[in-house]
């Protein structure tokens, strides 16, 4: 992440802003600041501001870790490595993703809060 050679999409707007935001991966304190990381603020630097940012960021780590607990339990192949070409990586976990939502739409379990999970 350095050498910035991950090929992370470009910058785009949030739905209905104009302003466009680069794309971020969500982290625990484990990892260092950096350019496409977002991680929470020390205890010893928390303001009320910086307090809803870490109960923000903290959710969304969350969300990550439970959607990728699903796959993993589902499919078994994301606790090891995947031994394959790494070009096919991408589609392997897309693959996994589509056929995720299918199996929840099938069990009629798509649905959270009244929004579909996608």
Same mark, same amino acid.
């Given at each position: $992440?350095?050498? @910035?050679?991950?090929?992370?999409?470009?910058?785009? +707007?949030?739905? @209905?802003?104009? &302003?466009?935001?680069?794309?971020?991966?969500?982290?625990?304190?484990?990892? +260092?600041?950096?350019?496409? !990381? $977002? /991680? +929470?603020?020390?205890?010893? &630097?928390?303001?009320?501001? /910086?307090?809803?940012?870490?109960? /923000?960021? #903290?959710?969304? /780590?969350? #969300?990550?870790?439970?959607?990728?607990? $699903?796959?993993? #339990?589902?499919?078994?192949?994301?606790?090891?490595?995947?031994? *394959?070409? +790494?070009?096919?990586?991408?589609?392997?976990?897309?693959? $996994? *993703?589509?056929?995720?939502?299918?199996?929840?739409?099938?069990?009629?379990?798509? &649905? !959270?809060? @009244?929004?579909?999970?996608?």
């Amino acid at each position: $992440m350095d050498l @910035g050679d991950l090929d992370l999409p470009n910058p785009t +707007p949030l739905p @209905g802003e104009t &302003q466009n935001v680069p794309f971020y991966f969500v982290a625990d304190e484990a990892f +260092p600041l950096k350019r496409n !990381i $977002m /991680r +929470p603020y020390g205890r010893n &630097q928390l303001t009320n501001e /910086r307090r809803a940012y870490n109960n /923000r960021l #903290s959710r969304a /780590r969350k #969300s990550v870790e439970c959607a990728y607990g $699903m796959l993993a #339990s589902k499919f078994g192949g994301l606790y090891t490595p995947i031994c *394959c070409k +790494p070009e096919y990586v991408d589609n392997i976990i897309k693959a $996994m *993703c589509v056929l995720h939502n299918v199996i929840r739409t099938c069990d009629g379990k798509n &649905q !959270i809060h @009244g929004l579909e999970i996608i």
